[in-house]
């Protein structure tokens, strides 16, 4: 059964970074397309980054905008989100889902979205929490 788990959030002050990690299992995932998507409270959820599994296409959300990148090592099932220069508007939920057909983008200029119900599978989701 595939499985995704994510992992490396926590409190942080604004400024500072966290590298989450999403380990996926139990899939053969050649073809799939990895996706983070965030929630803050109150709100829907929303696409932040994503990439193919090869690493060679990456995508991001207007919050991802020059601050987060996103990742791959594929030998390891693992996907990464590395979000540097956090601000407090950045506390939400963060989720890792895959999409096992891949997934279309839809973009202006260098900001892309990804649909939430495009995505088969989905983590728990791990807590980031920025203070001032």
């Known amino acids: 059964q595939l499985q995704l788990v994510e992992s490396g959030g926590g409190q942080v002050q604004a400024g500072g970074s966290l590298r989450l990690s999403c380990a996926a299992s139990g899939g053969t995932f050649r073809n799939f397309a990895m996706g983070w998507f965030r929630q803050a409270p109150g709100k829907e959820r929303e696409f932040v980054a994503g990439i193919n599994w090869s690493g060679s296409t990456t995508n991001y959300g207007d919050s991802a905008k020059g601050r987060f990148i996103v990742s791959i090592d594929s030998p390891k099932s693992t996907v990464y989100l590395h979000l540097n220069t956090l601000s407090t508007e950045k506390t939400a939920v963060y989720y890792c889902?895959?999409?096992?057909?891949?997934?279309?983008?839809?973009?202006?200029?260098?900001?892309?979205?990804?649909?939430?119900?495009?995505?088969?599978?989905w983590g728990k989701g791990t807590q980031v929490t920025v203070s001032s």
């Open positions: 889902a895959t999409d096992e057909v891949g997934t279309t983008y839809y973009c202006s200029g260098s900001t892309c979205y990804a649909v939430v119900s495009q995505y088969d599978y």
